[in-house]
């Protein structure tokens, strides 16, 4: 798994960037020509932190539990609440 981790650390440093809510509150102006309510960029900095840690665990976890932490980043990364 070590090398699947390394694979997709630049792919998470790139995400990593949509942790900061300056930066989210940013990027929504820029595509939606208005700002975010802090509610909703604090949930979205929610979900990338969440979503990050859980493939961080699944990078060391077991691999009778990896599949599920893998699942978990994913589905909170899909919670996301872009609408």
Avoid at 10 to 38: C, I, P, Q
Wanted: glycine letters at 6%; hydrophobic letters at 40%.
């Amino acid at each position: 798994m070590r090398g699947h981790h390394d694979s997709t650390a630049k792919y998470w440093e790139a995400l990593s960037t949509f942790e900061s809510r300056d930066y989210v509150d940013s990027w929504f102006k820029g595509r939606h020509g208005r700002h975010l309510n802090a509610r909703a960029a604090y949930a979205i900095t929610a979900c990338f932190i969440q979503g990050r840690e859980y493939f961080d665990a699944a990078a060391t976890a077991a691999t009778s539990v990896r599949p599920l932490l893998l699942y978990y980043g994913v589905l909170e990364i899909n919670e996301l609440p872009l609408s």
